[in-house]
Antibody, heavy 123, light 108 residues
């Protein structure tokens, strides 16, 4: 059974860089997109971005100038960096596996989620 | 960007009742829509993918339907553990991948 284990600093000061890591256990790293999703307290889900095992990335345009996602395939790990954080970046951050399938169209779904890391931004 | 609009925002029902949740896309996503359930303090759990396919281990009381811009998640008979928040999600026209705002199913 595939599991995602995530870790990183949970308390940041404004203007610092958020850094989170996610390791994939029990399954293949290739053939999927590896995503970061966040959820501010009491609010809905926001997509941050994704990477595949080849290193191809896609980012949410609203965060693109501050986000970087990287991959270390030898360790089955991927990472998130978000620069210049403010209070608006406080949220639970999830690492997630995205499956891509094809009929006569492509369809996508997120089937494995990490437990989440709560990030607080405070001076 | 494709906007997903979920309605109602809150659904107040009793155990045993039928729940019908709606997700409307601002443009067609074909059948490429997924549904998730989230309980407090937990990550979302995949329920439905490709609009109508149940994920592994999901009970048969959960069903999805729709295509194009209008989708429905139906819970045929609510169990106590089904009271939660439900989200729809698309990645057809991206970036960005988008989620709906959620529907909270609460006990009446």
């Amino acid at each position: 059974q595939v599991q995602l284990q995530q870790w990183g600093a949970g308390l940041l000061k404004p203007s610092e860089t958020l850094s989170l890591n996610c390791a994939v256990y029990g399954g293949s790293f290739s053939g999927y997109y590896w995503n970061w999703i966040r959820q501010p307290p009491g609010k809905g889900l926001e997509w941050i971005g994704e990477i595949n095992d080849s290193g191809t990335t896609n980012y949410n345009p609203s965060l693109k100038s501050r986000v970087s996602i990287s991959v270390e395939t030898s360790k089955n790990q991927f990472s998130l960096k978000l620069s210049s954080v403010t209070a608006a970046d406080a949220a639970v951050y999830y690492c997630v596996r995205l499956v891509v399938k094809r009929r006569y169209y492509y369809y996508y779904y997120m089937d494995v989620w990490g437990k989440g890391t709560s990030v607080t931004v405070s001076s | 960007e494709i906007v997903l609009t979920q309605s109602p925002a809150t659904l107040s029902l009793s155990p045993g009742e039928r729940a019908t949740l709606s997700c409307r896309a601002s443009q067609s996503v074909s059948s490429s829509l997924a549904w998730y359930q989230q309980k407090p303090g937990q990550p979302p759990r995949l329920l439905i993918y490709d609009a109508s396919s149940r994920a592994t281990g999901i009970p048969a009381r959960f069903s999805g339907s729709g295509s194009g811009t209008d989708f429905t998640l139906t819970i045929s008979s609510l169990e106590p553990e089904d009271f939660a928040v439900y989200y729809c999600q698309q990645r057809t026209n991206w970036p960005p991948l988008t989620f709906g705002g959620g529907t909270k199913v609460e006990i009446k």
